[in-house]
């Protein structure tokens, strides 16, 4: 009974690095999430995707690219790493339709060097 | 578009007291409202949902909200704080643009 499960859990990088965060989900959902959490801003969305292929922008897109090339995986990639880009990431899964549960990882802590 | 105002960013209580944290939020649609708690390091778990039925929802370990469509607010409430209780809390609103929006966190301290 996985969830949704988030790797690496933690990882340090060097700025100018690149790297994948992966998201995958076993409940079959259609809508798929990524958040940065930092001090006193609570959770702000990077991109979403509301089905398999489909991606869109969120609140802090900038530095960040996605892919959903299958359902179950949500791929979260920096391409080229910076100081600013030091965070906690969250995945979140949901059903499709209004008023359902989303479901969280439990995060991945990323620091850039 | 939609937003959420948590009002406190932190709030003491002592134990056996009750606890009340603050939701104000804004939406164009009748949005969807949850209440999600973080412990220290790990990820988010639902504490409860309001989605157009009942206005007082009741979640897990005691915790309750009121939906108030006309001050709109959703503050949670507990009648007997825990020390298990100490989390961050957060206030979410889900409207028609099927995103998420999250209030800031409140930081939720219990006094022994």
């Known amino acids: 009974n996985a969830g949704v499960t988030q790797t690496p859990k933690f990882r340090v990088l060097k700025t100018g690095q690149s790297m994948t965060l992966l998201c995958a989900q076993d409940m079959n959902h259609e809508y798929m999430y990524w958040y940065r959490q930092d001090p006193g801003m609570g959770l702000r969305l990077i991109h979403y995707s509301v089905g398999e292929g489909t991606t869109a922008k969120g609140e802090v897109p900038d530095g960040y690219n996605v892919s959903r090339l299958k359902k179950q995986n949500f791929l979260l990639g920096l391409e080229s790493a910076a100081p600013s880009q030091t965070s906690v990431y969250f995945c979140?899964?949901?059903?499709?339709?209004?008023?359902?549960?989303?479901?969280f990882g439990e995060g991945s802590w990323l620091t850039v060097v | 578009a939609q937003s959420v105002t948590q009002l406190d960013s932190h709030v003491s209580v002592s134990e056996g007291t009750p606890v009340l944290l603050r939701c104000n939020y804004s939406s164009s649609y009748s949005p969807s409202l949850f209440w999600y708690v973080q412990h220290p390091n790990k990820g988010l778990q639902l504490l409860l949902k309001y989605t157009s039925a009942a206005t007082l929802v009741k979640g897990i370990n005691g915790f309750e909200a009121e939906f108030k469509k006309s001050e709109t607010s959703f503050h949670l409430t507990k009648p007997s704080a825990h020390m298990s209780d100490a989390a961050e809390y957060f206030c979410v609103v889900k409207g028609s643009a099927r995103q998420l929006t999250f209030g800031s966190g409140t930081q939720l301290t219990v006094l022994p």
């Open positions: 979140a899964s949901a059903p499709g339709g209004e008023g359902n549960t989303i479901y």
